[in-house]
């Protein structure tokens, strides 16, 4: 399995420009989440989903917009990139029948808003 | 909102000391406690889940214990090695889909 696998590991964006960082699983996970880590905070709940066709908000949604057509693969849309969203992004997967904690992370995106 | 802190933000000691780094929530009403390390430049691995109704859990040289009562949890390492140089991190779990970070401590295990 190749586990929890995100695109790009980088990117450069300007203000105003959109642009889909991808999340894909290959666990058969029900549960996929989107977190953002900034310098000295943890990580923050951006969305989450507990099935293919359900999403919900997390901690921070705001400016980010997601969608969970298959189990597999759960995309992060930012719809107009502004300078407070430059952070590393995690995707995270769990199989529901453990419950919510056991979760897997992916490597992460650096994403640079100028 | 639950508050996650963790302390020390840093810490640096020599290659075969027992160390202890501490997590604490304000927010007693928690589900279960996770301790994660990560690397740099990578993502999280999970360590040890503690459940709500458990006291500590251990593995290897890891130990991590929680007092929901106190809101507080620590996770205790062994005769510390350089590999294990990373940042901790511990999240707090309140139900299926609520997840609080802390902000991480930072270890480095000199040779």
């Known amino acids: 399995n190749a586990g929890v696998t995100q695109t790009p590991k980088f990117q450069v964006l300007k203000t105003g420009q959109s642009m889909t960082l991808q999340c894909a699983q290959d666990m058969n996970h029900e549960y996929m989440s989107w977190y953002r880590q900034d310098p000295g905070m943890g990580l923050r709940l951006i969305h989450y989903?507990?099935?293919?066709?359900?999403?919900d908000q997390g901690e921070v949604p705001n400016g980010y917009n997601v969608s969970r057509s298959t189990t597999e693969d759960f995309p992060l849309r930012l719809l107009s990139a502004a300078p407070s969203q430059t952070s590393v992004y995690f995707c995270?997967?769990?199989?529901?029948?453990?419950?919510?904690?056991?979760?897997?992370f992916g490597p992460g995106t650096r994403l640079t808003v100028t | 909102k639950q508050e996650v802190t963790q302390i020390p933000a840093a810490l640096s000691v020599p290659e075969g000391e027992n160390l202890v780094l501490n997590c604490s929530f304000t927010?007693?009403?928690?589900?279960?406690l996770q301790w994660f390390r990560q690397d740099p430049g990578k993502g999280l691995t999970s360590l040890l889940l503690?459940?709500?109704?458990?006291r500590e859990q251990t593995s290897g040289r890891l130990n991590a214990s929680l007092d929901k009562s106190s809101g507080r949890s620590t996770l205790y390492i062994a005769a510390s090695q350089p590999g294990d140089s990373a940042t901790y991190l511990c999240?707090?779990?309140?139900?299926?889909?609520?997840?609080?970070f802390g902000s991480g401590t930072k270890l480095n295990v000199k040779p």
């Open positions: 989903s507990v099935g293919a066709g359900i999403t």
């Open positions: 995270a997967s769990s199989p529901r029948s453990k419950g919510p904690y056991e979760q897997y």
């Open positions: 503690i459940q709500s109704s458990q």
């Open positions: 999240a707090v779990i309140y139900n299926f889909n609520k997840f609080y």
């Open positions: 927010d007693s009403a928690i589900y279960n």
